[in-house]
């Protein structure tokens, strides 16, 4: 089928003209010369999220004050979300809206209104959000996690739209926390859930399978502290860390196995019980 259709195109394009003919020729045509520079894609920051709707944003991993901050959201009861909502390589956060189960998401990085608001999931199940790239096209779409049955709600699409992977993982009812991230590195993410009384990760790869690739603990157990997921070594595979909201300190592991941090650092935050993010930010645009 595909060479037939080959052939007829090119006996339709050569026909009617008989000038264009010589100008297809046999061999292969070099790639033209390319002149823009390579692409730099920045170091993966952090971000803390708290009262007033309020984020702080870290563009390098080093403690110290968050020279960018901003706004957005209505500023109480919504929950902070970070993606690639365009699919232009870089990270803007937006917000999850419970009573509606909507998705408020903002191209850039600053105050201002959403670009798309997304409603997914229904508010009945008393669902909290998660972000991924769960069919590796680039763009991070939506997802919800409904604690009473430890099941994942998944959709590829930017607009409002049913499921398209539904899986149960974890316990039900239990105090875990769902998280999403590309343990692999294969482009596509998958789905995880901290145990904050044991203090363990436990990840799997596939959206489709509820089993655990990977399980281990990092970090104290009962600490109060939460889960952050970023691909902290650039290598386009994402690990975890956990941010502490007494002191404001992250802790980070370069490896999906037990041990020490790799990483810590402390941002100065008034922000009281904050949420911590991470991303590929772009710089701020007030
Ligand atoms: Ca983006
Ligand atoms: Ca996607
Ligand atoms: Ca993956």
New binding site residues.
Partial sequence: MMLAALASGCGDAGAPSGAAAPSVRAEPVPPPAVSSPPVVRPVVGVAVYGAGGRFEVLHQRRSGPAPARFVFGRGTGEWPIVGDWNGDGLDTMGVYRPEQSAFLVRDTLGPGPEDRRVAFGDPLWAPEPLVG?????????FGVFVRADSSFHLT?ARITSPPDYELMYGPPRSDWIAIAGDWDGDGRDGIGLYEPRRGVFHLTDRVDAGVAQHAFPFGPPASGMRPVVGDWKGVGADRVGLYDPATGEFLLRHELAAGAADETFRIETELRDARPLAGRWPPLER
């Fill in positions: 790239d769960w069919n590796g096209d680039g763009v991070d779409t590829d």
